[in-house]
């Protein structure tokens, strides 16, 4: 298992980013993810960077809407560790059980229906190429 780097044991590099996620999300709380992948500072600087200007910079996407699909791929991917912060997350922005219930069902009908598109090999519509 991988180790979690905690605050008090973190370099100042790590220090930085775990600073910089607490003020952010407004919290002192830093999740496993980020302890785990502290192992690499790099890794750690970067995936934040991303993560918090896609996930919490404005945009066309409510940061609901943003939860939501970053739940779907990670069901997708069977990423039990994101479904679980995501669902949380999401909860936290106003999604509840019925939601999440419409949201499983919409992953699962577009899994089945990609699978069955990609083993048809079905050619793609004219219509709907841009």
């Known amino acids: 298992m991988t180790q979690l780097i905690e605050y008090e044991d973190a370099s100042d590099e790590v220090k930085a980013v775990y600073d910089d996620i607490r003020a952010t999300r407004q919290t002192e709380y830093i999740n496993n993810f980020w302890k785990a992948i502290a192992n690499h500072p790099p890794t750690l600087k970067r995936t934040w960077e991303t993560i918090k200007e896609v996930m919490a910079s404005p945009g066309e996407l409510d ?14 991917n069977g990423c039990d560790y994101c479904i679980s912060s995501h669902s949380a997350a999401a909860r936290g922005k106003g999604m509840n059980e019925a939601m ?3 949201l499983l069902a919409i992953i699962a009908t577009a899994n089945t229906t990609n699978r069955l598109a990609n083993g ?9 190429k841009t």
């Open 100 to 102: 999440f219930g419409e």
């Open 63 to 76: 940061p609901l809407v943003r939860e939501l699909i970053y739940i779907a791929v990670s069901v997708t």
């Open 120 to 128: 048809y090999q079905i050619p793609v519509d004219e219509i709907f």
